[in-house]
T-cell receptor, first 114, second 115 residues
Framework: AQSVTQPDIHITVSEGASLELRCNYSYGATPYLFWYVQSPGQGLQLLLKYFSGDTLVQGIKGFEAEFKRSQSSFNLRKPSVHWSDAAEYFCAVAAGGSARQLTFGSGTQLTVLP | EPEVTQTPSHQVTQMGQEVILRCVPISNHLYFYWYRQILGQKVEFLVSFYNNEISEKSEIFDDQFSVERPDGSNFTLKIRSTKLEDSAMYFC?????????????FGDGTRLSIL
């Protein structure tokens, strides 16, 4: 069965600093990978997705992620964090089957210091 | 941009009561999902629905749960006899078609509190 690991439960960065959130997945076939962001009291907003092709994918709000098959990783990055980026970030992999339901990691809570 | 909408935003129910959570998926989407997130835990898949029947379900989705698309726009999750451990945030999601290249779009969730 597929699984997703986000090793960092909580990360604190200063505004303007760079950010990298780690994600490792386990899946037997070609993975379909996603990053979602959840602000307090809000739903899950899609940041970016990887299906195939270029391993560096660009998303909304200045985020990007790089798929590394050899490391089974899909880390999220942003060169300069803004205070509004404070939220919880979830990595997910789409499972097999026609429905392609998502398996989520446990999330990384991002705090941004002024 | 079209959105998935969920009502109510917060539902408080006595243990043992039935509860229905409602979702309006994006209008041209064909695949529908329910997920839940117990406080402090990860988001977990419950069930997917396509062509008026359940496509896949997790082990969480037992006989207490059911889903329905009663009309052309709503997608509901019913819990027949709620338990304390059903307290969670429930998210509805929809996807355009079975093609896996389509992402799922999520609603803002319904927070279910069982007393």
């Amino acid at each position: 069965a597929q699984s997703v690991t986000q090793p960092d439960i909580h990360i604190t960065v200063s505004e303007g600093a760079s950010l990298e959130l780690r994600c490792n997945y386990s899946y037997g076939a070609t993975p379909y990978l996603f990053w979602y962001v959840q602000s307090p009291g809000q739903g899950l907003q899609l940041l970016l997705k990887y299906f195939s092709g270029d391993t560096l994918v660009q998303g909304i709000k200045g985020f990007e992620a790089e798929f590394k098959r050899s490391q089974s990783s899909f880390n999220l990055r942003k060169p300069s964090v803004h205070w509004s980026d404070a939220a919880e970030y979830f990595c997910a992999v789409a499972a097999g089957g026609s429905a392609r339901q998502l398996t989520f990691g446990s999330g990384t809570q991002l705090t941004v210091l002024p | 941009e079209p959105e998935v909408t969920q009502t109510p935003s917060h539902q408080v129910t006595q243990m043992g009561q039935e509860v229905i959570l409602r979702c309006v998926p994006i209008s041209n989407h064909l695949y529908f999902y329910w997920y839940r997130q117990i406080l402090g835990q990860k988001v977990e898949f419950l069930v997917s629905f396509y062509n008026n029947e359940i496509s896949e379900k997790s082990e969480i989705f037992d006989d207490q749960f059911s889903v329905e698309r009663p009309d052309g726009s709503n997608f509901t999750l019913k819990i027949r006899s709620t338990k304390l451990e059903d307290s969670a945030m429930y998210f509805c999601a929809s996807k355009l078609n079975p093609n896996s290249n389509q992402p799922q779009h999520f609603g803002d969730g319904t927070r279910l509190s069982i007393l």
